[in-house]
DNA sequence: GCCGTTTTCGGCCCGACTGTTTTCAGTCG
């Protein structure tokens, strides 16, 4: 069984768990060893295994090692077959309404013998719920609003969409009088690819006419909760959006609590009280009285940064705070300068008219002149890709003089490199004769077919398209589409360790929709040397401002400026592109 | 179940809001 699996039978015994009333410690003990199992790769993990050193990862004891080798060996583990049995799977679907917990639902189960959703929406009706102890009208209500939403409370929500949706909210709450400061929290403001609410955080010291516009907005579609210093709303789409008001001198500690990670959060507090301090939304302060406070006597609005000093860290930007290694680096502050979208001189791989394009070979390098950068690849689709109008030969020879003829002309545009974005075949072959790609500046390999291929079979094909001397880059790695497709299967560091071995390129794709290769795979890979692009892979040149979601994930991966292709200027990447 | 210059036990992050009660448990982030 492989890591994901296993993890992911962790965090089905944690849920499990919960059913049972065990101890919450207990329970997230699973959860820590889930996620540490996550970010060891598969090498790491089978020679682990091999020498029945598990248990020297952090958050993994005898206990668990004993349960992931039984499951990495034969796949098995009785203690969770059993427990699986014991607990109906109707429970688990029901973690999903909102305000159903494990402890109500087993309530429910104990008490009325529900055991599936049908049965939950029956007993709502008749009005049996509402007879339970602990349970009444309200709580009846809810669930049977939350049975009928289910679909649309429970999906998540691509952060492109999710920012454009906020930015308006943000701008009308900057102008309500009393709102001294209006920021984004959450994983908005980490990035993660996908959001599952929004959190809008304002700093003032009149919290009630900001709660009052904030719950009688007409987007507002529902009001789930409203309070002094928080309250949510639903939008008609099912979104969530949680504000919060807070007074200016703790919107610091707010800020830094409610971007979370909830993980990263946690290591901060557990670092707060060896200092001898607490850390909450609100204030660090010492824990035994004792202490002195960790900042000087009148200093005000106390910023994320003098927390994290305080705590003896270096600046955490919000995109590392997930738990996956910052918070040791920025003990020893050996925290990476990040990427940022200003380093950007180019793109690579766009497409025009020619294949599935909107906009012109012109419109496209005028448009990245105007984005500020210096050059623009120009990768349109290859012959097989009959559905996106691909280029045959006789085509891509007419754009590449085109682009020779752009190029000396004096037009105020970026310079423009040939390319193509070749299909890669069914057994890895490549949709054009090496003759043709010859007169290309580039080559982008990409699959656009035959997805259904078990994982051994499609690395190899990937593997053997990208060995191809005069492939230059690999195209959206999984051709996963965020909330609609899922990947196809490829082991990842097996393509990772064939793009460094040969030079290749790996790129970041920043359509909002693909962003693959994923942000959790770019550090490691970034230690063993694989260099990326960040590719707005536009099909007009509004798409070229998607490369700010290609930023996004560089940034979570842990890539800096020398990491990124596009970020060199014009002379070494005609350098690179020459010498191959 | 994990962890440990307070190591074999006793901690384990912390607070707001809701709904149901009347002081609090459960849920959520």
Request: glycine content about 6%; overall charge negative; aromatic content about 8%.
């Amino acid at each position: 069984m492989n890591k994901q699996d296993i993890a992911a039978i962790l965090e089905e015994i944690a849920v499990l768990m919960e059913f049972q009333g065990e101890n919450p410690f207990k329970i997230r003990a699973y959860q820590n060893a889930a996620r540490s199992l996550e970010d060891l790769n598969e090498e790491e993990i089978t020679e682990l295994v091999e020498s029945k050193k598990l248990s020297s990862v952090k958050g993994i004891g005898k206990g668990l090692e004993e349960k992931i080798i039984a499951l990495y060996t034969d796949g098995k583990l009785p203690f969770y077959e059993k427990l699986k049995k014991s607990v109906p799977k109707g429970l688990q679907e029901m973690l999903a309404i909102p305000g159903l917990g494990a402890k109500k639902i087993k309530t429910l189960y104990d008490e009325l013998k529900i055991k599936t959703i049908p049965q939950l929406k029956k007993a709502c009706e008749e009005g049996r719920i509402s007879e339970l102890e602990g349970f009444g009208n309200k709580t009846e209500e809810n669930i049977l609003r939350g049975l009928e939403n289910l679909k649309e409370y429970s999906k998540r929500t691509l952060w492109w969409e999710a920012r454009e949706i906020v930015e308006p909210i943000l701008e009308d709450l900057k102008k309500l009088k009393g709102a001294e400061k209006v920021e984004i929290a959450g994983s908005l403001r980490r990035k993660l690819e996908t959001v599952g609410d929004i959190d809008i955080l304002v700093a003032s010291s009149k919290p009630e006419p900001i709660m009052k516009w904030f719950t009688s907005q007409d987007w507002a579609a529902s009001i789930t909760a409203k309070g002094k210093t928080k309250s949510s709303v639903r939008l008609a789409e099912g979104m969530q959006i949680d504000l919060r008001v807070i007074p200016e001198e703790q919107f610091g500690f707010a800020r830094l609590y409610f971007t979370g990670s909830k993980e990263h959060n946690i290591r901060l507090r557990k670092i707060a009280n060896e200092k001898g301090y607490s850390l909450n939304e609100y204030e660090l302060s010492p824990s035994d009285g004792k202490n002195k406070s960790p900042f000087p006597k009148n200093k005000k609005n106390i910023s994320e940064a003098d927390i994290y000093k305080a705590l003896g860290l270096a600046y955490i930007p919000p995109e590392l705070r997930e738990d996956r290694g910052e918070i040791e680096a920025a003990l020893k502050d050996k925290l990476p300068e990040l990427v940022e979208f200003d380093d950007i001189k180019g793109v690579f791989h766009n497409h025009t008219t020619a294949s599935d394009g909107h906009n012109t070979l012109e419109e496209m390098a005028r448009a990245a002149k105007d984005m500020g950068w210096d050059y623009i690849g120009i990768a349109d689709h290859s012959q097989s890709s009959y559905q996106a109008n691909g280029l045959d030969e006789e085509r891509l020879i007419e754009q590449i003089e085109e682009i020779k003829k752009l190029n000396r002309s004096k037009k105020n545009i970026a310079h423009i490199f040939s390319g193509t974005e070749c299909d890669i075949l069914n057994e890895g072959e490549l949709d054009f004769s090496d003759d043709i790609l010859k007169e290309l500046d580039y080559v982008v390999v990409s699959i656009h077919r035959r997805f259904k291929m078990d994982e051994k079979a499609m690395t190899k094909r990937i593997i053997k398209a990208l060995e191809h001397p005069l492939a230059t880059m690999l195209g959206h790695m999984t051709g996963r589409l965020l909330l609609r497709r899922e990947p196809y299967a490829v082991n990842a560091e097996k393509i990772i360790d064939c793009a460094v071995a040969n030079g290749k390129i790996i790129e970041i794709n920043a359509n909002p929709y693909r962003l693959d290769m994923d942000w959790r795979l770019w550090n490691k890979a970034k230690e063993k040397g694989l260099l990326t692009s960040i590719n707005p892979d536009a099909h007009s040149t509004e798409h070229l401002a998607f490369v700010e979601a290609g930023i996004n994930v560089a940034r979570k991966g842990w890539l800096e400026k020398d990491d990124v292709f596009n970020t060199w200027p014009l002379a070494k990447v005609k350098k690179f592109l020459k010498d191959g």
